[in-house]
């Protein structure tokens, strides 16, 4: 699992980087895209493994134990919520597979394997095809043929072009040229501080999509709203089905909308949201519509916040990383954070701490708004750029 977790990282991040990088000011179209997919998949996997999956799957070797209690002990335990009475009687049962569940859950494993395997041979394809393939022979120019070669400027005579070495795509570049110490020489205090409001906001918002999807099931089971196990087992598939959902339509909408105002609204969406929850914390027709609220809300913050950020960077594909990783921790960490605080004060908290993230989130985006404002965007541009520049223009002269 340790080093599945990294593979994705690894590719999470070069993925919304390359996008950045080749598309730059229509990004924000095609990572609405790569997310919406991120999302849909995360729809779909549980659907493909949940036939194979059964609440007799694993039963305690006492037989006299409640099913019910039980069933919601394997969930709860899932999400740090053991404070559950019910589960009381099962904590010092031992757990057995039964009827070959374990042969039957495999099947799940092997079905998203063979999925995925049309993925790594799709890249190599496409590596074999734009030549960055070490082990094959380059036969074949890189990207124009004889005759169109023939139709291009001629370098100067003092330029040995036999010598050169090819030109690869923008996006086929040193990843991580940007994050080179000499790169920071002379860079604003504003630069440093967009990248950590940036990241602090995805902090917030990711997450409270992890924390969110992790505890919804536990607190509508438990009181005031005492929802029946699997009435209250379907919220979570609400909620990624409008996160997949929203991340559907964001695809048009980033067209027309800026990222930036997509942002703003998905922020204040989310405050909103928890704070109707709140007030009507009673009300199981409002956590529903809440949870799809949620869901819409939070779909298209990530791919909105990392196109806006890139934008007021111009584009050097350093952000994402950043941004990535900001993500990825506070999945994390807020995640642990509510647990403890939702079994040391009760399901309220689980509310509490979402307006409380949320206000955050609000905050930071704020700041980072501040620090745009101060950033001296485009006045200070990279030496190389300004030498590819007058190429250009002695070239048109010429």
């Known amino acids: 699992m340790a080093l599945a977790g990294l593979a994705m990282g690894c590719i999470d991040t070069v993925a919304n980087m390359q996008l950045v990088r080749i598309y730059q000011k229509d990004s924000a179209v095609f990572l609405q895209v790569l997310h919406f997919f991120v999302g849909f998949g995360a729809l779909l996997s549980p659907l493909i493994a ?12 006492n037989r006299t134990a409640n099913a019910t209690s039980g069933g919601h002990l394997l969930h709860a335990s899932s999400v740090l919520a ?10 010092n049962q031992t757990l057995t597979p ?15 394997a063979l999925i995925n395997l049309p993925v790594p041979m799709a890249v190599l394809c496409l590596l074999s095809k734009e030549r960055l393939l ?26 040995d072009t036999s010598s050169l070495p090819p030109k690869f795509h923008p996006g086929h570049e040193d990843l991580f040229r940007c994050c080179q110490r000499k790169n920071f020489k002379g860079v604003p205090s504003s630069f440093f501080a967009i990248h950590i409001t940036a990241a602090l906001v995805l902090f917030m918002t990711d997450g409270l999509t992890g924390a969110y999807s992790a505890f919804v099931y536990s607190y509508a089971v438990e009181k005031p709203l005492s929802v029946g196990h699997k009435v209250a087992g379907y919220l979570p598939s609400l ?22 105002t997509m942002v703003f609204v998905n922020v204040v969406g989310v405050v909103v949201t928890f704070l109707v929850l709140l007030v009507f914390s009673y009300n199981v027709v409002f956590l529903f519509v809440g ?5 819409l809300f939070l779909s298209s913050t990530f791919p909105s916040m990392l196109a806006y950020t890139e934008d007021i960077l111009q584009y050097k594909g350093c952000a994402t990383t950043v941004l990535v990783t900001g993500a990825g921790v506070g ?11 939702f079994q040391a004060r009760g399901s309220y908290s689980f509310l509490v701490c979402g307006v409380i993230f949320g206000g955050l989130a609000f905050t ?33 002269q010429r």
Request: aromatic share 10%; glycine share 6%.
């Open 50 to 61: 949940d036939p194979f999956l059964s609440e007799a799957n694993c039963l305690p070797t």
């Open 82 to 91: 053991h404070h559950h009475t019910g589960a009381q009687p099962w904590s």
């Open 98 to 112: 039964q009827d070959g569940a374990g042969a039957r859950v495999s099947y799940a494993f092997w079905i998203m």
């Open 134 to 159: 070490t082990c094959c022979p380059q036969r074949r120019p890189l990207l124009l043929s004889a005759d169109e070669l023939t139709l291009e400027t001629q370098p100067p005579e003092k330029e």
């Open 239 to 260: 909620f990624w089905g409008f996160i997949t959902l929203g991340r559907l339509i964001s695809i048009p909408i980033s067209s027309r909308v800026k990222p930036a």
């Open 291 to 295: 949870t799809a609220s949620l869901g």
């Open 331 to 341: 999945e994390m960490a807020l995640q642990m954070l509510v647990g403890s605080i």
């Open 364 to 396: 930071f985006y704020i700041l980072l708004l501040f620090f745009h404002r101060m950033h001296p965007g485009l006045s200070s541009v990279p030496t190389q750029d300004k030498a590819l520049g007058m190429e250009s223009l002695e070239c048109y």
